[in-house]
């Protein structure tokens, strides 16, 4: 994210469609994240930012709507592997043979693959479209920014309640072989390893700095380009390298720590 593209989204995306759904003054709340455009008024849009240091207690995507995604996505993303897991051989081997006839990197998880950036999207959407209005008012709620005019049902409209029709155990329970082997707080963790306070997540991205700091590393990232750079690559397409992803990463981590 950067100031060119947050003014893009703006104008492109979120002043279009919220024209088109109400008439309405509408309050656009932002967290201090870098990249982002200084606050205005415009055509009954109002852009507020939240003060420093209050995503955990006072934001309500904090409050429960990304981690609502997060599950959702990752239920999406279990139950198309465990769907692959559950077929035949005959359909396995079928599907193995046609992901030849893809291009690199596009036969994503339909055909037994990591996921590619075409299926997390897809995975991002049905997750977001499943996430019941009630639970955004409720994590609104919780947030305390204003006074809703009419009160929440917080029994009807819990994140418990809510993410029934996503339980993850329930699922693994339905492939014979797997459910017994799986634990609650297995799924937990499952569910818990990308976020930032998380044990898994700091230490991967420790290991990362540190393989990427190694002189080891350093030569395996010289032979991992040579041989990008000798592979056939789609026209357009350049290897941009280790050391481009490693400052992504730092620039990713300052936008958290903000």
């Known amino acids: 994210m950067d100031v ?3 003014w893009k989204w703006f104008n492109e995306v979120f002043h279009p469609e919220v024209k088109r759904k109400t008439g309405l003054p509408v309050l656009l709340l932002f967290d201090n ?3 982002h455009f200084e606050a205005f008024e415009r055509n009954l849009v109002k852009v507020v930012f ?3 240091n209050c995503t955990s207690w006072k934001q309500p995507c904090d409050m429960g709507i990304i981690a609502a995604l997060k599950k959702r996505y990752k239920y999406l993303y279990l139950s198309d592997i465990l769907s692959y897991y559950s077929l ?3 359909t396995k081997e079928c599907l ?3 992901s030849l006839l893809c291009k690199r ?3 994503g998880v339909k055909y037994g693959k990591p996921a590619h950036l075409l299926d997390a999207a897809k995975y991002a959407d049905l997750a977001w479209k499943s996430i019941q209005p ?3 008012k409720n994590c609104f709620d919780k947030a305390e920014l204003f006074q809703i005019s009419s009160p929440v049902n917080t029994e009807l409209c819990s994140e418990e309640a809510d993410f029934a029709s996503f339980n993850m155990l329930l699922l693994l329970n339905s492939i014979e072989g797997i459910g017994n082997m799986i634990s609650s707080e297995d799924i937990s963790n499952f569910e818990s390893i ?5 044990s898994t997540y700091i230490e991967t991205n420790k290991e990362d700095v540190e393989d990427y700091l190694s002189p080891e590393i350093a030569i395996d990232n010289n032979s991992v380009e040579e041989e990008a750079n000798n592979d056939e690559i789609d026209d357009g397409t350049d290897f941009l390298g280790i050391e481009f992803i490693h400052l992504s990463l730092i620039d990713i981590g300052n936008q958290l720590k903000c």
């Open 4 to 6: 060119f593209i947050c």
């Open 33 to 35: 994240a870098p990249g």
């Open 50 to 52: 939240f003060p420093p």
């Open 88 to 90: 035949d051989v005959n």
């Open 96 to 98: 193995k043979e046609s």
């Open 105 to 107: 990197g596009a036969a």
């Open 134 to 136: 009630s639970s955004l």
């Open 194 to 198: 990308d976020c930032e306070d998380s």
